[in-house]
């Protein structure tokens, strides 16, 4: 699990095809990796790989298949900046919200306005995902924990901060990048669960639904 609080960006210093999968290097001077070892995850851009093997300023992770078709690593290339963020110990604080670096799908970022010292942005994200988008409610973009600012049909405002800014990847955020997205972990367990016994045609949250089963009167 993860916060989506990034800790540092790195850079894909190596990028290996081999067939639908890949063998990635990340170089991260600036991620402390003293208490990583193999086998750890780090989230990379939202991602959590697996690290296979590290260096000191570096580590090596498997990109399968299913992760390409799913992420923007489809679409990277070698010289791609990157979020990192370690895995979460029990004993750190939450300073995001619950992520668990299982990409949903791939959003496009639409506007992006300068307001005072902050940027507004606006992501355009696949319909399928919109129910679990909610003003005021949590989203990772690219790794980062960020809160929903307004919400019209699939598209979503954020407000980046300048702490955020010089500290991740967003600086470089242009419309028509390509971010992956996760959705908040609770939703999509609610709706499953609200919908355990539905049909696939029939899935989804409702109002009915959540009045059935108490989450309102």
């Given at each position: 699990m993860f916060t989506g609080i990034v800790e540092a960006t790195g850079v894909l210093a190596e990028l290996r095809r081999q067939g639908k999968e890949s063998v990635i290097r990340i170089h991260c001077p600036q991620l402390d990796l003293s208490d990583v070892k193999l086998g750890d995850s780090i989230a990379t851009n939202g991602v959590c790989l697996t690290v296979?093997?590290?260096?000191?300023?570096?580590?090596?992770?498997?990109?399968?298949?299913?992760?390409?078709?799913?992420?923007?690593?489809?679409?990277y290339a070698k010289g791609q900046k990157v979020n990192l963020e370690k895995a979460l110990l029990a004993t750190g604080r939450l300073g995001g919200h619950?992520?668990?670096?299982?990409?949903?799908?791939?959003?496009?970022?639409?506007?992006?306005?300068?307001?005072g010292q902050s940027i507004e942005l606006w992501v355009e994200a696949p319909a399928h995902l919109a129910r679990y988008i909610a003003e005021k409610g949590s989203i990772t973009v690219d790794g980062i924990s960020l809160t929903v600012?307004?919400?019209?049909?699939?598209?979503f405002k954020l407000?980046?901060?300048?702490h955020t800014l010089q500290e991740t990847t967003l600086n470089d955020w242009r419309p028509g990048r390509l971010v992956n997205l996760e959705v908040d972990i609770i939703a999509r367990y609610l709706e499953r669960l609200l919908n355990a016994d539905a049909t696939p045609a029939s899935a989804g949250i409702t109002l009915s639904a959540l009045a059935t089963s108490g989450f309102i009167k």
């Open positions: 296979t093997e590290l260096g000191r300023d570096y580590y090596c992770a498997h990109v399968s298949g299913e992760t390409i078709e799913r992420t923007g690593f489809a679409n619950m992520v668990s670096g299982h990409v949903d799908d791939v959003g496009t970022i639409s506007q992006r306005t300068l307001r600012n307004e919400v019209v049909a699939s598209r407000t980046l901060v300048p």
